[in-house]
């Protein structure tokens, strides 16, 4: 019985492991190019900046908030870093800029959703909405080129065999487990999601902390869009459309509970590559786009269904 219920426990926590090697046999058994090296190393690269947003959004959601302007802020970031670098600002420069706004934009979305007291959901789509427009006007609606090709090591770049974006993915997820689980901020973003009225009798601002979240969240978007920027070697702004869906399933696979103050960023990186494995074993088997937007739709029903089921039974133990 003992081992039956530790059995339950280890899956609960470590399920999501198991999930992503299945999927890897199964795609590799259905595909004889899915466990190439050049595939894995394409994999990788793929989700380095889904991961690096994922950062973010962890933050975020073990807060009990949610951030949808995600996908925006990277566009932004690609088109204001295009051009900027195309008007003769130095690629340095340019990119420290862009990360500079970028943060301020997502601390725009922490001002909305605790001096305006706007629930996340509806706070963060209307930024969204909006900063997707101004990076259409900041373009004119046109793919932005012909700016120096110098930052271009950063997204098509390797160091040894590894990515460029990859190493800046792992480095993103090191600084947000170190700051989670080894900093006194990072206690306090589990305690304002998981008892918030709790944390602001213990004398915490859980303001201050929100404001925090959502900024750390803006910044990992813009070095998102950075990176994509120069990865494409232009500035879209359509850039990083539909990647806040990626990301907050991603996110909630991982195990962090939509309802905030719980999760493991350790297993957000499981998340991360189950949902690079989905995309690229379902282009490899030549599934239909549509179809995998109905298979991502469902992964993340399932997703939040069982955290919420999860939830429920522990209320009730």
Known sequence: MAADSFARRLLGKYGIILVLVVLCVLFGALSPVFFSTENIINIFRQ???????????????????IDLSVGSIIGIASVFTAQLMLGGMS????????????SLFGLLNGVIVNQLFIPPLVATLATM????????????????????NTISALGQGYLWLIPIPVIIM?????????????????????????????????????KRIKFSVYTISGFLSGLAGVVLL??????????????????????????????????NIVLVIA?????????????????DEYVQWVVKGFVLVAAVGFDRVSQRRKLSA
Request: proline share 1%.
């Open 170 to 206: 792992a480095l993103t997820f090191a600084a947000g487990f170190l700051s989670l689980n080894s900093t006194r901020f990072g206690r306090y973003v589990y305690g304002v999601g998981g008892n918030e009225e709790a944390t602001r009798l213990s004398g915490i601002s859980v």
């Open 271 to 287: 998340g991360v590559l189950i949902m690079g494995v989905l995309s690229n074993g379902m282009i490899l088997l030549n599934i």
């Open 230 to 263: 120069s990865r494409i070697n232009s500035g879209q702004p359509k850039a990083g459309q539909g990647y806040e869906m990626d990301v907050i399933t991603a996110v909630v696979i991982g195990g962090v509970s939509i309802s905030g103050g719980e999760g």
């Open 47 to 65: 989700v380095a900046v889904v991961g690096i947003v994922a950062v973010g959004m962890t933050f975020v959601i073990l807060t009990g908030g």
């Open 129 to 148: 909405t909006a900063l997707r427009g101004i990076a259409f006007i900041i373009s004119g609606g046109l793919p932005v080129f012909g700016f120096s």
């Open 91 to 102: 690629a340095f420069w340019a990119v420290l800029l862009t990360l500079a706004i970028c």
